[in-house]
């Protein structure tokens, strides 16, 4: 194994996602032990992985979602944000299709001072949206948390084996999920998904605390309804498999 | 991740000279064996291991055992020492996934020197986050700004490189630039990073 086949297969890369065959891996890593060359483009793009692995979390709490997709983005809106949508959208047809009518000036200035109520409303949601980050970013200690033991459920189907009532005064709860730490696992993450299956949080890197794992996440992401948090384990040179599922049904304390 | 700053220039011996020095019972040759595949031990058994601590201790037990067997002359093929050296290093963190599992048969309280805090302390949580800081900065120089998209579809989801062309109309010699360009600046930055702190600097 030489430098150029390194480079050209992205080996370094490959070994990392723990994508090389047994024989790869170990031509690789004879190689390796003894190259600084190697040892830096290892640990860069370690670094690097990483790095956008978080910035990708982050993001996706900012947001309140992982998705890029304009669907998935209407779909995760809360339903709050959903009328709010509906109602601009509605408004802002409503103002393309009435324009041609609108010959008084008056009428026209105050379509425009709605549409730019409606974009100020709009900026505030992304304003208190990027303030979650904010806030989970200052607060570590997650002073004030709430904090819900959860017990597995036998399978990913049946009813909720876990009940839960969320004070919305609480800005933070914690799940603490027994029996999740397996032996073999390498890495942990944890995903919510609402009743309709959408992904509501998701973290990764969890780290058992004897047989037990913590997991933190701001309470007003949760809402009256069913939850599925799965917590998902994944083996040196293997994918994530679901580790245990935890079911609950969550009604909000205003 | 760690960069040597301030790398030392040293003239590396041959495997099989190496390993003959310390089958002599040369101290300095033991010095040089650790010194020389340290870091590249620590990689492979951060590959396996994820706690910081974890990897520090089987790190010191994998040069325990392979210096030992090296002493009693055991090495069949020194000029191979590289790969008996991951060998030692693999194995050993095999044998410790294995243990969790015996211990609950058996109930033997013999492992309980592995058990470990896996808990990120604050210097790593703090690592963490000047690491990311730097993607940040990484990705806010992705130019046009879609390319982003490329970064984050390869490196975090671990899609295809020919899916990405694919999807986004890219040449296989594009992709490859915007990649190595991403790279160069988050080295870079990195750099800069390190030199501000004496030696090294570790981000996870």
Known sequence: ?254 | MEIDANPEQTVDSSPADLVARIASGDRRAEEELIGRYSRGVSVILGTLVEQRALVEDLRQESFRIALEKIRKGDVREPERLSGFICSVARNLAIQYFRQPAQREVTGSTESVEFIVDSAPSPLQQLLRQENARIVRQVLSEVRPQRYQEILYRYYVAEEDKEAICADMGLSSLHFNRVLQRARDRYRELYLKAAQKQPGTIRVE
Not at chain 1, 56 to 83: D, F, H, K, P, Y
């Open chain 1, 1 to 254: 194994m030489d430098h150029r086949e390194i480079e050209e297969r992205d080996i370094a890369l490959f070994y990392l996602r723990g994508q090389l065959s047994a024989e790869e891996r170990d031509a690789f890593e004879e190689h390796f032990v003894d190259c600084r060359e190697c040892l830096d483009r290892i640990e860069l793009l370690k670094g690097l992985r990483s790095g956008l692995k978080q910035v990708a979390v982050e993001n996706a709490a900012r947001a309140g979602t992982a998705s890029w997709g304009w669907r998935e983005w209407l779909i995760r809106l809360n339903s709050w944000q959903q009328a709010a949508f509906a109602l601009g959208l509605v408004a802002a047809i409503a103002v393309v299709i009435a324009l041609p009518l609108l010959r008084m000036s008056g009428e026209l200035g105050a379509a425009r001072r709605a549409a730019a109520a409606w974009e100020m409303r709009y900026h505030s949601e992304q304003e208190t949206s990027a303030k979650l980050l904010a806030e989970m970013a200052a607060n570590q200690s997650f002073a004030g948390a709430t904090i819900f033991p959860l017990v597995a459920a036998r399978s990913a189907e049946g009813p909720p084996v876990n009940r839960i009532v969320v004070s919305r005064s609480i800005p933070w709860i914690v799940f603490s999920l027994e029996g999740g730490s397996q032996p073999g696992f390498q890495s942990y993450r944890a995903i919510l998904k609402d009743s309709a299956g959408a992904t509501v949080w998701q973290t990764e890197s969890l780290s058992p605390m004897r047989d037990s794992f913590a997991v933190v996440l701001p309470s007003r992401l949760i809402k009256n309804g069913i939850y599925m948090l799965t917590l998902e384990g994944a083996k040196p040179g293997s994918r994530a498999l679901p580790v245990n599922h935890y079911s609950f049904r969550a009604s909000i304390k205003q």
